[in-house]
């Protein structure tokens, strides 16, 4: 069973990066299987995709985040990492760290969905 | 690609049917997730691919549509189904989600 688990700060200052890890257990980041993801949801509001990675190809951003964002990932360790720079009181939100799996759809293409999520960790970002 | 669902919040009865609209702004095919939120707890993948029904997800649980037009249905509502559903495009990137449609028992 795959199990993801964030970890970070919960608190980070204005104007800060802010900086979280999740682990991986039961499946290898290194996979070109799956994809791993981000997603961040503020108190009380909808889902906002932040970005992905998949082993041996340049991570996606979203376009509105992305000259603040960087992910990576730690193959020795199972773990990729979240980095968002110039942190404002927008940015605070809980933080989702998921798997994105693929499978073929009959007419050309892969459906792509999160089908495992951390159980997400709350960032404020406040002085 | 701009998702938008209705009804914003709904009131239904346990054992009613319950269905949800999502609309895309533009065409996305069949690319398209529903996932269910009960407060405090990460998103749970209910539907891929329009309608494909994921493992362990019961089938009252269905999805339909194409192109911009979608439907999630709950047939027969039970109170553990009480929750803020999503639906998703995996189109294009960024892959963005409509606002939730929170779902309550009468």
């Known amino acids: 069973q795959v199990q993801l688990q964030e970890s970070g700060p919960g608190l980070v200052k204005p104007s800060q990066t802010l900086s979280l890890t999740c682990a991986v257990s039961?499946?290898?980041?290194?996979?070109?299987?799956?994809?791993w993801s981000w997603i961040r949801q503020p108190a009380g509001k909808g889902l906002e995709w932040i970005g992905r990675?998949?082993?041996?190809?340049?991570?996606s951003y979203n376009p509105s985040l992305r000259s603040r964002v960087t992910i990576s990932m730690d193959t020795s360790t199972n773990q990729f990492s979240l980095e968002l720079s110039s942190v404002t009181a927008a940015d605070t939100a809980v933080y989702y760290c998921?798997?994105?799996?693929?499978?073929?759809?009959?007419?050309?293409?892969?459906?792509?969905?999160?089908?495992?999520w951390g159980q997400g960790i709350l960032v404020t970002v406040s002085s | 690609i701009q998702m938008t669902q209705s009804p914003s919040s709904l009131s239904a009865s346990v054992g009613d049917r319950v269905t949800i609209t999502c609309r895309a702004s533009?065409?996305?095919?069949?690319?398209l997730n529903w996932y269910q939120q009960t407060p405090g707890k990460a998103p749970k993948l209910l539907i891929y691919g329009a309608s494909r029904l994921e493992r362990g997800v019961p089938s009252r649980f269905s999805g339909s549509g194409s192109v911009t037009a979608f439907t999630l249905t709950i047939n027969s509502l039970q109170p553990e189904d009480i929750a803020t559903y999503y639906c998703q495009q995996s189109y294009t990137l960024p892959y963005t989600f409509g606002q939730g449609t929170n779902l309550e028992i009468k």
């Open positions: 039961g499946g290898s980041i290194s996979s070109a299987n799956w994809f």
């Open positions: 998921a798997r994105e799996s693929l499978e073929a759809r009959d007419n050309g293409g892969y459906y792509d969905f999160s089908d495992f």
């Open positions: 533009q065409r996305i095919d069949d690319y």
């Open positions: 990675f998949r082993s041996s190809q340049t991570p």
